[in-house]
Each structure stands twice: as structure tokens, then as C-alpha cells.
């Protein structure tokens, strides 16, 4: 018999499919991460945009919910993510809610301040 040389077709086709399946699971990781950053990046832009409207409405004495909303589209404009972002201030009995959100999806952070 003589000595083999080099890789069979099997070989060759199975070491392929191998890389595929490999590639495969690596790209839809990259994906995920990249989603990831996403969320993060945003969720920093809103937490930044209630700071600025805290800030500004802690300069005040007394402030209502109109100015409160006014202050919060304000910053998210100066910002420039209201195309991304939306702001919402709800009352209850004893505080004032502030919360931003991607537009249509869940609340990237909000904050309660006494009225």
C-alpha cells in the first residue's frame, strides 16, 4: 500500500459544514451583543435626560405637571434622541414619576420625586 497524502472528500465536506455550524452560532452572538450595547446606549441617554430635567426643575420652588412634561420634551429634544426616546410624568397622591422609554417598548429608567 502506499502512503495517503492529503484529505478525503468526507473529510473535507464535514470539516466545511463544522466551520458553517461554527460561523453560524458566532454571528448570531455578535447579534446579540451588538442589540446589547444598544439597550445600554440608550438607557445612559435616558438616565442623562432625567438628570438634565431634574437639575433644572430643582432650580425651581414649586413646578407643575404641565412644566415638569415642558422640561422633559425639552431635554429629550436637546438631547436628541426624542425620535428614539419618549418622556412621561405621572402624578400620584404623594409624587411626581418621571420615566423615559423607547418609543413603543419597556421603561429604560424612571425616578419618583416628592411632590
Given amino acids: 500500500m502506499t502512503a495517503r497524502s492529503g484529505f478525503t472528500l468526507m473529510e473535507t465536506v464535514c470539516a466545511i459544514a463544522m466551520l458553517g455550524f461554527v460561523g453560524s452560532a458566532l454571528v448570531k452572538g455578535l447579534r446579540g451583543?451588538?442589540?446589547?450595547?444598544?439597550?445600554?446606549?440608550?438607557?445612559?441617554?435616558?438616565?442623562?435626560?432625567?438628570?438634565?430635567t431634574l437639575e433644572r426643575l430643582a432650580a425651581k420652588e414649586r413646578f407643575t405637571r404641565a412644566q415638569a412634561e415642558k422640561m422633559l420634551e425639552s431635554e429629550l429634544s436637546s438631547a436628541g434622541v426624542s425620535e428614539i426616546l419618549e418622556g412621561a410624568v405621572l402624578l400620584d397622591p404623594t409624587t411626581f414619576r418621571f420615566e423615559v422609554r423607547k418609543r413603543d417598548d419597556a421603561i429604560l429608567a424612571s425616578v419618583e420625586v416628592p411632590r
Fill in 33 to 52: 451583543t451588538n442589540r446589547f450595547k444598544i439597550h445600554i446606549h440608550n438607557t445612559e441617554r435616558a438616565l442623562t435626560v432625567l438628570d438634565n
